[in-house]
């Protein structure tokens, strides 16, 4: 993923086979929560647009991004030049970000004022391609989920939100002790909400159930990939 910064092109992490699964594990798992909409109710994958603020001095590109068909085009608080809001869901996948790094990338830009809802961070921690005597890798997964909505009712202040969830999702916890807190479909689930997904949508909104995102699919796809 890439930002932009007074002018400069900042790499932030070059793509990796975890990465990319990862991210892409998630968005077939979102749309598909959307399937049977009509088209027009749904939410467009948007990908890994570039973001702008206000002041069009920094941008960010998500690694995964979702949009309501129906919210206005020019939008009154546009993420681009061309008018297009600002996604309402970002998923972003980190390997070597620390949280300290994560918190302020989610608080100064994705959930600044009129900008992004819910914000899911999926932490995959190194690894040094260990298994255990059946093959199956031993390596760490968090996931952290920001919400503005939930974050203003705890009562904590814009511009320092804290996780809603802290979920591990992988084989081993922090102490590199086996984790088998995520071993099968169900166990690690996040959920998004459709007041947060079609935030800035009339209600009632057209989907009327929460999005769930099983963390057992995702921790999957990623040993699949190593």
Same mark, same amino acid.
């Given at each position: 993923?890439?930002?932009?910064?007074?002018?400069?092109?900042?790499? +932030?992490?070059?793509? +990796?086979?975890?990465? &990319? @699964?990862?991210?892409?594990?998630?968005?077939?798992?979102?749309?598909?929560?959307?399937?049977?909409?009509?088209?027009?109710?749904?939410?467009? +994958?948007? @990908?890994?647009?570039?973001?702008?603020?206000?002041?069009?001095?920094?941008?960010?590109?998500?690694?995964?991004?979702?949009?309501?068909?129906?919210?206005?085009?020019?939008?009154?608080?546009?993420?681009? *030049?061309?008018?297009?809001? %600002?996604?309402?869901? /970002?998923? &972003?996948? #980190?390997?070597?970000?620390?949280?300290?790094?994560?918190?302020?990338? /989610?608080?100064?830009? %994705?959930? *600044?004022?009129?900008?992004?809802?819910?914000?899911?961070?999926?932490?995959? %921690?190194? %690894?040094?391609? &260990?298994?255990?005597?059946?093959?199956?890798?031993?390596?760490?997964?968090?996931?952290?989920?920001?919400?503005?909505?939930?974050?203003?009712? *705890?009562?904590? @202040?814009?511009?320092?939100?804290?996780? /809603?969830q802290t979920l591990e999702f992988g084989t081993i916890d922090g102490n590199n002790a086996p984790y088998n807190?995520?071993?099968?479909?169900?166990?690690r689930t996040v959920t998004i909400t459709p007041a947060c997904a079609y935030q800035g949508c009339t209600p009632p909104y057209p989907l009327s159930v929460n999005v /769930?995102?099983?963390?057992?699919?995702?921790?999957? #796809?990623?040993? &699949?990939?190593?």
């Amino acid at each position: 993923m890439l930002g932009i910064y007074n002018g400069a092109v900042i790499i +932030y992490e070059l793509p +990796y086979r975890d990465h &990319e @699964a990862a991210h892409a594990d998630f968005t077939t798992q979102f749309l598909s929560a959307f399937a049977n909409l009509p088209r027009q109710d749904r939410v467009s +994958y948007t @990908a890994a647009p570039t973001c702008w603020d206000s002041e069009r001095s920094s941008a960010k590109q998500p690694d995964t991004s979702f949009v309501p068909k129906c919210l206005p085009k020019p939008s009154p608080h546009p993420s681009d *030049a061309q008018g297009n809001p %600002w996604p309402t869901v /970002v998923c &972003e996948v #980190a390997r070597s970000q620390s949280l300290s790094h994560i918190l302020q990338k /989610v608080n100064s830009f %994705w959930l *600044a004022p009129n900008r992004s809802e819910d914000v899911i961070v999926l932490k995959l %921690w190194s %690894w040094d391609n &260990e298994r255990n005597t059946n093959g199956r890798p031993l390596r760490r997964f968090t996931c952290y989920k920001f919400c503005r909505q939930a974050s203003l009712l *705890a009562g904590q @202040a814009q511009g320092n939100f804290w996780p /809603v969830q802290t979920l591990e999702f992988g084989t081993i916890d922090g102490n590199n002790a086996p984790y088998n807190g995520c071993s099968a479909p169900g166990m690690r689930t996040v959920t998004i909400t459709p007041a947060c997904a079609y935030q800035g949508c009339t209600p009632p909104y057209p989907l009327s159930v929460n999005v /769930v995102i099983d963390l057992f699919d995702i921790q999957q #796809a990623i040993f &699949e990939a190593q």
